[in-house]
């Protein structure tokens, strides 16, 4: 039987990210199938007759291996034990799993994100979602290669030809923009008011003095471009970039102002985010707030995050009708653009 080892790497990839963040080793088994399947066909029939992959840019022992077993039609031995030890991320019951529909914070290849917009677009519908978001960075987060207005407009036609392609999800346009330091958010207002979502998001002077962090969050909130209020502590508990506190403000009139807004609060699902905290994610629900729950996925892998965003609104005893991304596309979008009227 016949083997892809491109398609291996790949699921090894997919899997390694799937078991939490963005890994070194998955990239690594991207990067691997990346050079093989960028190989003219002549090149790729030598290496391959003389099992010579790992003298290829990107591919070492480890990667070669596997390609020599899927190569011989064997399934890889690394491929073989993630599968074996695959499962539900969440242990026993978790009833609004079943609620989901969509994902509004994603990103791509495009910004810093490790894989195509079609890969993110068909491991989404794999997973029997109804909508992805595609929110890649704003201009002012250059370490993330954030979008100038030229590539986001560029962005978005691809986006249109997707979804002429595609009839198993649907991809909505979006960003995650920046909320710069007075509370503006980073971007050409024209070309936010064409995406279907925007999540807004502090990255930069997360230590700020809390009183000035308020003020800024709640002029980001107020501005009717925002529809998600992205990762607001903006903290890390675990994993490759260490552990960061959270940003302090006042919770209270922050998640006061996304009710009266009607902008939703993200559940950030990456296990190394679990933003809001417990009790900051109690204090949103009593006072009112929506609610998104995302992966903030950089890659196909991690679009299975939902599963720990469902299982803490579950636990938090936040209700389906509360969650927007339990909703229909439609009435997300019409959500979404409703502030820009």
């Known amino acids: 039987m016949r083997r892809d080892p491109v398609a291996d790497l790949r699921e090894i990839a997919r899997l390694l990210d799937r078991r939490g963040g963005q890994t ?74 079943e609620h989901l529909r969509g994902d509004l914070h994603t990103h791509t290849e495009w910004s810093d994100g490790s894989s195509p917009l079609e890969e993110m677009a068909l491991e989404a519908a794999r997973l029997g979602r109804e909508y992805l978001a595609i929110t890649d960075h704003s201009p002012r987060l250059r370490v993330a290669n954030g979008l100038d207005a030229e590539r986001r407009l560029a962005q978005l036609e ?76 903006g903290r890390l508990v675990a994993g490759d970039r260490g552990v960061r506190a959270p940003s302090r403000f006042d919770a209270e009139v922050v998640f006061e102002a996304c009710r009266q807004f009607g902008v939703a609060v993200e559940i950030n699902s990456r296990p190394e985010r679990q933003d809001p905290p417990d009790e900051l994610l109690a204090l949103a629900a009593d006072a009112g707030c929506l609610f998104s729950i995302d992966t903030d996925a950089h890659a196909p892998g991690q679009l299975g995050f939902l599963e720990y965003g469902a299982a803490r609104a579950h636990a938090a005893g936040i209700a389906p009708e509360r969650i927007v991304t339990t909703w229909p596309a439609d009435e997300v979008v019409a959500w979404a653009s409703a502030r820009r009227s």
């Open 158 to 233: 691809h986006i249109a030809a997707l979804n002429e392609a595609l009839d198993t999800v649907r991809v909505l346009s979006g960003a995650e923009v920046d909320i710069l330091d007075d509370g503006s958010l980073d971007g050409a207002g024209e070309v936010l008011d064409s995406l279907d979502v925007v999540v807004a998001s502090v990255h930069s002077k997360l230590a700020m003095d809390a009183d000035a962090m308020t003020v800024r969050m709640v002029a980001a909130i107020a501005t009717p471009r925002t529809n998600v209020l992205g990762h607001c502590t």
């Open 24 to 97: 070194r080793r998955a990239q690594a088994f991207r990067r691997a199938s990346d050079t093989l399947a960028g190989l003219p066909a002549e090149e790729r029939a030598r290496v391959d007759a003389s099992r010579t992959w790992a003298n290829l840019p990107g591919i070492g022992a480890t990667t070669a291996r596997v390609i020599g077993e899927s190569a011989a039609g064997r399934v890889p031995a690394y491929l073989a034990e993630l599968e074996a030890s695959d499962g539900p991320l969440v242990a026993g019951p978790n009833p609004l799993w």
